[in-house]
């Protein structure tokens, strides 16, 4: 492995200066379950390390006050996949922050990690769009907060400078009568990269019509997309069978995959409608509405 | 447990090396380290087929911490007529070539030169200033591109042996077999139903979790010690001896722990360029090779492209068969045993009265195919397993009647010729018949396949040394490395055979210094072949010991007895002398040591016999399918640790389940390998697998005295065509290619058959 | 930067405080393996996919390939060569040995550390819980079989 340096900020206005000061020569070491891999085979070459694992406000995992949550950016996902109120109320980042490697890698591995990685396949970054999450930004020009959605550039790139680095991320209070669902495809039972993943939130009205709806999806285009022809036909329906299928019909104009080793875009446009169908569902049924 | 000296052969005991392995003590080759020692780091070709125009280490030699680098330049020339090996055998020249490329690179990931420096991180820099001149030449990747009469060659000087006289032209087949019986236009003639199919199985890895690593420490006297992860010890050191061109004498191969060898650890990789490193240094020099360069250039399992056509009557009888099995033998011939273990194991259970066979060995411009358990079984057996799976579907017939109607009788000719081994196959199909795993319904969305396979075992010799101590123990030392419990269950052959307990007996494996010649720990012949030099090396003992006695009785030998940890004179008891009365005696007190030697060789042939069915479920929108229930049936002849046979049927299960649903190597147009990881390249975790629930039949070999089989490979033939015949179930639809991952399975049932003609 | 950026790291292995003078570049695994002869971990891949390397860190197993040895400072590793002391057994490695849980060993090590850390998160896990809790630890040898029974031999000893 190619030699570098590193630093373990203990504040987080010592982590801003140290990313401030290095740029594009400096990557975050939050898990490290990816990028100490990446440099190892050269796919990244940074010269300094910043671990954020000892900046408080990037450990953080508490209430927001409003209902709604705040998850460090270097808060191991094995935190996030064992709390019973994210197990209640936002069942998808539950879910998703399970299915990132094994045991092992969800003692270590964050969504800051999962999600500054900008992998295209992201497991925690559909569930994170569909629930309508933000994430704080810090850096030289000061704090900001955008839609995780909006910070996606392609594939290992996002929309943030090289100086800036991710502290929290935070997950609104879901409105009432409403669920999130993950899941994705992949040719094992555990330990694979997603061919498609599907996150998938609902709200329903008192009449048990789609009120809301948002589809976001994973592995089938350059960055995370929303299937928002997906969630068109089902806003303002009574889900039925049919109309899961036609949602997933829908879902498959966002996507826009390649073909690699873990599966063709023709398999993977084919998956996107089959996981689209039973992530709506699932859903669903979470609400106690049951098509299948 | 302990177990009883009468009863310690067919006791499931714990390994007797187990502490150290459960404490994380146990010293395998990546973790020993030699004070002084060197690091070496391997530079390979990112091409799969170019010629090396010029290569510049000026200044990787002068890079700080470097302490040498090697390239082809520094390999002494070679007798180009001398074949090395052990299971296989291969011109030295070919070997050599495949560890360090002269003028050609002939994979993606062969060796160029090889850098040791004080640190892993410091040679590992230095690679990238080796300047390496390539230009590219056309590859060739997939079999059947490379038997085109137009294709690249990889080798001018290759003519297919077994064509002598028929063929002088330059060609990418090394070898052609062929065996034929009877009169297959007849036997056309007689059938009811003609079949016809083409198969196709990936390469795989033989997956072991260690590693290649080794460290070479070379003395002032030019003595060479090599410190490796080996299944053949003796092997290694000839296989080195002639490509160093030293002397045998000149050589201690040390085999540490093993993690893991599957039939991949018969031949020596990293051991060439660390040798030619601690040779130019003088220091100790260390290799342990990365995930990346085991898949890449250590030797995958051959894949396969299969053709077979056959006819049966409505009695089931396969009337005529026809077929041709080619297997990717990489950029070096070497698959021919492997081709060879196909038209005689993989035909011979059944009778096949009119058939024609054939079998080639594919060059290709891929790392050299090495063995992997039951080398080339499990291609074949795919391909003549779902063809009887879809004779029986188109008769309408059970599928085990099918194959009991078909079935070698005992005794009668293999396809070879030669006499078929006892093994009471029709019996063990009638067993498989009436098990619970074949008689239940079969639970809706499920479907069930079941596929045989058939080994002989028996091959080489082993050696064992045993040694009385002073305090009526004994200490054992065989040549054969312990892949999976050989110290064990040796320990229990030497303990029931010398009439103590097992942990009287210490089971060691020696180094190339310390006990006689061994061949490999492959082809399932340790507990045959190695329990037989083992027995002898006891009853060698008890001869001795016999003969001390004798000497204080004042009698002959001939009439002494020993049971009960006792020896007795006779015709007259009141003379006896007990084991730990006369073991003192005898060593330290005179009367002389006692050290017994077995040796086996020439052993007769056995067979081992499995069947297994499979049942899985088959998501059809995904196209992904899971295996609900597995049950093998096995038959061990005399099992002497029921545990680790059952361990050893589950793990080739497992192994072959990952073959038959994931695992595939990936390779671009290009010969570039995409997948050299545990993350792409997809063996089973423990949530892919149920219990796989293991069932011995059959009885004691009675070729043999010890009345064992092999049982380490036998279990990974049937698999791949179980599970394959139970996703065809399934589905519906007749799946002739492996790996049946979900994308394959999806195509297959949405486009409808794949590789019917 | 220099190729020599070493610095002091203190931290606890195995109960016993431990100083090591290293370089970031030096993974964890490196850092228990070379510096401080603690072979019992292993690596199998080096990219968090075998589970081979598993250590414990503040509780948790994690991929010690996947780890740097500078970010371990003031932190508690556990290794397979402090679960029991001397040359005790613990009840998980009695249960492997006594189930045939392992043939060449070299996952062996792993698989006892990630079955103590489920074991302590669930004293009594299904069949499922355990294959899902060891999914990152990959055996070659045994089909995991006589793995899932070892746990489950374990547990029941346990929780006696």
Same mark, same amino acid.
């Given at each position: 492995m190619r030699n570098f340096d590193y630093v373990a900020p203990t504040s987080l206005t010592e982590a801003v200066q140290a990313f401030g000061q290095a740029g594009d020569k400096a990557r975050a070491l939050a898990g490290g379950t990816d990028i100490i891999d990446q440099i190892r085979i050269g796919r990244r070459t940074p010269e300094l390390l910043i671990d954020t694992k000892r900046v408080p406000e990037m450990m953080v995992f508490e209430g927001d006050g409003a209902g709604g949550l705040r998850i460090g950016a270097a808060l191991p996902l094995y935190r996030v996949r064992d709390d019973a109120n994210v197990q209640a109320t936002y069942p998808a980042l539950a879910t998703a922050s399970g299915l990132v490697g094994a045991v092992q890698i969800q003692n270590r591995a964050t969504l800051g990690g999962n999600v500054g990685n900008a992998a295209p396949s992201g497991d925690t970054i559909p569930p994170l769009v569909v629930l309508g999450s933000t994430v704080v930004i810090a850096g030289p020009r000061g704090t900001r907060e955008e839609p995780v959605e909006n910070i996606f550039a392609g594939p290992g790139q996002m929309t943030i400078?090289?100086?800036?680095?991710? !502290?929290?991320?935070?997950?609104?209070?879901?409105?009432?009568?409403?669920?999130?669902?993950?899941?994705?495809?992949?040719?094992?039972?555990?330990?694979?990269?997603?061919?498609?993943?599907?996150?998938?939130?609902?709200?329903?009205?008192?009449?048990?019509?789609?009120?809301?709806?948002?589809?976001?999806?994973?592995? !089938?285009?350059?960055?995370?997309?929303?299937?928002?022809?997906?969630?068109?036909?089902?806003?303002?329906?009574?889900?039925?069978?049919?109309?899961?299928?036609?949602?997933?019909?829908?879902?498959? @104009? @966002?996507?826009?995959?390649?073909?690699?080793?873990?599966?063709?875009?023709?398999?993977?446009?084919?998956?996107?409608?089959?996981?689209?169908?039973?992530?709506?569902?699932?859903?669903?049924?979470?609400?106690?509405?049951?098509?299948? | 447990m302990v177990a009883t000296p009468e009863k310690a052969i067919g006791q499931p005991i714990a390994r007797v090396d187990a502490v150290e392995r459960v404490k994380g003590r146990a010293v395998y080759a990546p973790d020993l380290t030699l004070p002084g020692t060197l690091h070496c780091k391997i530079l390979r070709s990112p091409h799969a087929h170019a010629r090396i125009k010029s290569i510049d280490t000026s200044a990787a030699e002068e890079?700080?911490?470097?302490?040498?680098?090697? #390239?082809?330049?520094?390999?002494?020339?070679?007798?180009?007529?001398?074949?090395?090996?052990?299971?296989? #055998?291969?011109?030295?020249?070919?070997?050599?070539?495949?560890?360090?490329?002269?003028?050609?690179?002939?994979? %993606?990931?062969?060796?160029?030169?090889?850098?040791?420096?004080?640190?892993?991180?410091?040679?590992?820099?230095?690679?990238?200033?080796?300047?390496?001149?390539?230009?590219?030449?056309?590859?060739?990747?997939?079999?059947?591109?490379?038997?085109?009469?137009?294709?690249?060659?990889?080798?001018?000087?290759?003519?297919?042996?077994?064509?002598?006289?028929?063929?002088?032209?330059?060609?990418?087949?090394?070898? %052609?077999?062929?065996?034929?019986?009877?009169?297959?236009?007849?036997?056309?003639?007689?059938?009811?139903?003609?079949?016809?199919?083409?198969? =196709?199985?990936?390469?795989? %890895?033989?997956?072991?979790?260690?590693?290649?690593?080794?460290?070479?420490?070379?003395?002032?006297?030019? %003595?060479? +010690?090599?410190?490796?992860?080996?299944q053949a010890s003796f092997a290694n050191k000839s296989q080195n001896a002639a490509l160093l061109q030293v002397p045998l004498n000149k050589v201690t191969v040390v085999p540490l722990e093993i993690g893991g060898g599957f039939g991949g650890k018969g031949f020596t990789v990293p051991e060439l360029p660390t040798a030619l490193l601690a040779l130019k240094t003088g220091a100790p020099v260390k290799t342990v090779l990365s995930r990346d360069e085991v898949f890449r250039a250590t030797g995958p399992a051959p894949d396969a492209y299969c053709w077979i056509k056959a006819g049966a009557n409505k009695k089931g009888e396969v009337t005529a068969f026809e077929a041709r099995f080619y297997l990717d033998a990489g950029c070096l011939p070497g698959s021919a045993l492997y081709v060879n273990n196909i038209l005689v194991a993989g035909l011979s259970p059944y009778k096949l009265p009119n058939f024609q066979a054939d079998g080639y060995d594919v060059l290709t411009n891929k790392s050299r195919s090495q063995a992997y358990r039951a080398p080339g079984l499990p291609e074949g057996a795919f391909a003549i397993e779902t063809m009887m799976d879809e004779l029986a579907e188109a008769l309408d017939m059970d599928p085990i009647d099918l194959r009991i109607a078909n079935i070698t009788d005992d005794g009668a000719p293999m396809s070879d010729g030669m006499a078929l081994p006892v093994t009471r196959f029709k019996e063990i199909l009638e067993t498989v018949k009436k098990h619970d795993s074949w008689t239940s319904p079969v639970p809706e969305g499920r479907?069930?396949?079941?596929?045989?396979?058939?080994?002989?075992?028996?091959?080489?010799?082993?050696?064992?040394?045993?040694?009385?101590?002073?305090?009526?123990?004994?200490?054992?030392?065989?040549?054969?490395?312990?892949? +999976?419990?050989? =110290? #064990?269950?040796?320990?229990?052959?030497?303990?029931?055979?010398?009439?103590?307990?097992?942990?009287?007996?210490?089971?060691?494996?020696?180094? +190339?210094?310390?006990?006689?010649? /061994?061949?490999? /720990?492959?082809?399932?012949?340790? #507990?045959?072949?190695?329990?037989?030099?083992?027995?002898?090396?006891?009853?060698?003992?008890?001869?001795?010991?016999?003969?001390?006695?004798?000497?204080?009785?004042?009698?002959?030998?001939?009439?002494?007895?020993?049971?009960?940890?006792?020896?007795?004179?006779?015709?007259?008891?009141?003379?006896?002398?007990?084991?730990?009365?006369?073991?003192?005696?005898?060593?330290?007190?005179?009367?002389?040591?006692?050290?017994?030697?077995?040796?086996?060789?020439g052993v007769r042939p056995v067979t081992s016999t499995g069947v297994q069915i499979c049942e899985v479920e088959v998501d059809e929108s995904t196209g992904r399918a899971t295996i609900a229930r597995y049950t093998a049936f096995q038959d061990p002849g005399r099992a002497i640790n029921p545990m680790a046979v059952e361990g050893q049927v589950q793990g080739a299960v497992a192994q072959g389940v990952g073959w038959a649903l994931w695992e595939n190597y990936e390779w671009g147009e290009d010969g570039i390998l995409k997948n050299a990881n545990f993350l792409d390249y997809r063996m089973p975790t423990a949530l892919d697998l149920p219990m796989i629930e293991t069932i011995f039949v059959g009885g004691p070999a009675p070729e043999n005295p010890l009345g064992v089989r092999g049982v380490g490979e036998v279990p990974i033939i049937p698999p791949l065509p179980a599970v394959g015949n139970a996703v065809s179930r399934t589905t519906g639809i007749r799946h002739r290619e492996i790996p049946l991952n979900p994308e394959n399975v999806f195509w297959a049932t949405h486009n409808g058959a794949n590789g019917a003609k | 930067m220099t190729t020599t950026n070493r610095r002091i790291v203190q931290f606890t292995v195995n109960g016993n405080s431990v100083e090591v003078a290293i370089t970031p570049r030096q993974t964890l695994l490196e850092v228990v393996r070379d510096e401080l002869g603690l072979t019992g971990a292993k690596e199998g891949c080096s990219n968090g996919n075998c589970g081979?390397?598993?250590?414990?860190?503040?509780?948790?197993?994690?991929?010690?390939?996947?780890?740097?040895?500078?970010?371990?400072?003031?932190?508690?590793?556990?290794?397979?060569?402090?679960?029991?002391?001397?040359?005790?057994?613990?009840?998980?490695?009695?249960?492997?040995?006594?189930?045939?849980? *392992?043939?060449?060993?070299?996952?062996?090590?792993? *698989?006892?550390?990630?079955?103590?850390?489920?074991?302590?998160?669930?004293?009594?896990?299904?069949?499922?819980?355990?294959?899902?809790?060891?999914?990152?630890?990959?055996?070659?040898?045994?089909?995991?079989?006589?793995?899932?029974?070892?746990?489950?031999?374990?547990a029941e000893d346990m929780n006696s």
């Open positions: 400078a090289p100086d800036e680095c991710l !502290v929290e991320f935070r997950v609104p209070a879901p409105k009432a009568n409403s669920s999130s669902y993950y899941v994705r495809f992949i040719p094992r039972a555990e330990m694979d990269i997603a061919v498609v993943g599907v996150g998938v939130s609902l709200t329903l009205n008192g009449g048990g019509q789609i009120e809301d709806v948002n589809i976001s999806l994973a592995s !089938v285009a350059p960055t995370p997309v929303r299937a928002t022809d997906a969630e068109n036909v089902l806003r303002g329906e009574t889900l039925t069978a049919a109309l899961a299928r036609e949602a997933g019909e829908q879902a498959e @104009h @966002h996507a826009s995959p390649i073909s690699d080793v873990r599966g063709s875009a023709d398999y993977r446009r084919e998956l996107t409608k089959v996981l689209t169908r039973r992530a709506v569902a699932a859903c669903a049924a979470q609400l106690g509405v049951n098509v299948t | 890079y700080p911490g470097v302490k040498a680098v090697v #390239t082809h330049k520094d390999l002494p020339a070679l007798d180009s007529d001398e074949q090395v090996g052990g299971e296989v #055998t291969l011109d030295a020249v070919y070997l050599r070539q495949f560890l360090m490329a002269s003028d050609r690179v002939l994979f %993606h990931g062969h060796p160029v030169a090889a850098v040791a420096a004080t640190s892993p991180h410091i040679a590992e820099e230095a690679l990238d200033l080796i300047k390496v001149d390539y230009e590219p030449l056309p590859a060739v990747v997939g079999i059947e591109d490379a038997i085109k009469d137009d294709a690249p060659i990889i080798h001018e000087e290759v003519r297919t042996r077994g064509l002598e006289g028929r063929s002088d032209k330059p060609t990418n087949i090394s070898v %052609h077999m062929e065996l034929a019986r009877g009169d297959v236009a007849k036997g056309y003639e007689e059938a009811d139903v003609v079949l016809e199919g083409e198969y =196709r199985i990936g390469m795989v %890895h033989q997956g072991y979790i260690e590693p290649q690593a080794c460290t070479v420490d070379v003395d002032a006297t030019g %003595h060479i +010690t090599i410190y490796t992860t080996t479907g069930r396949g079941v596929a045989i396979g058939m080994r002989r075992e028996g091959s080489g010799t082993s050696t064992a040394t045993i040694q009385l101590n002073a305090d009526a123990t004994f200490s054992l030392i065989v040549g054969s490395v312990d892949l +999976t419990g050989t =110290r #064990t269950s040796m320990a229990q052959i030497a303990a029931e055979e010398l009439g103590v307990t097992v942990d009287e007996v210490r089971s060691t494996v020696g180094d +190339t210094d310390s006990v006689g010649y /061994s061949d490999g /720990s492959w082809g399932s012949r340790i #507990t045959y072949v190695t329990g037989m030099a083992v027995k002898n090396a006891s009853e060698d003992v008890i001869r001795q010991l016999k003969e001390r006695a004798a000497e204080g009785f004042q009698a002959s030998a001939e009439d002494v007895e020993y049971a009960d940890r006792t020896f007795t004179l006779r015709d007259n008891p009141e003379q006896s002398i007990t084991l730990a009365e006369l073991a003192p005696k005898c060593v330290g007190m005179g009367l002389g040591a006692v050290i017994g030697t077995g040796i086996a060789a | 081979s390397c598993t250590i414990e860190v503040d509780g948790v197993t994690i991929n010690s390939c996947c780890a740097l040895g500078v970010e371990m400072d003031g932190r508690e590793v556990n290794t397979i060569e402090g679960l029991a002391p001397g040359n005790d057994l613990h009840p998980i490695q009695k249960a492997y040995m006594n189930n045939g849980g *392992f043939q060449c060993g070299i996952c062996t090590p792993g *698989f006892i550390l990630s079955t103590d850390h489920l074991l302590k998160m669930i004293p009594n896990p299904t069949e499922e819980e355990i294959r899902l809790h060891l999914a990152g630890n990959l055996c070659r040898c045994t089909g995991y079989d006589k793995i899932v029974r070892s746990v489950q031999a374990a």
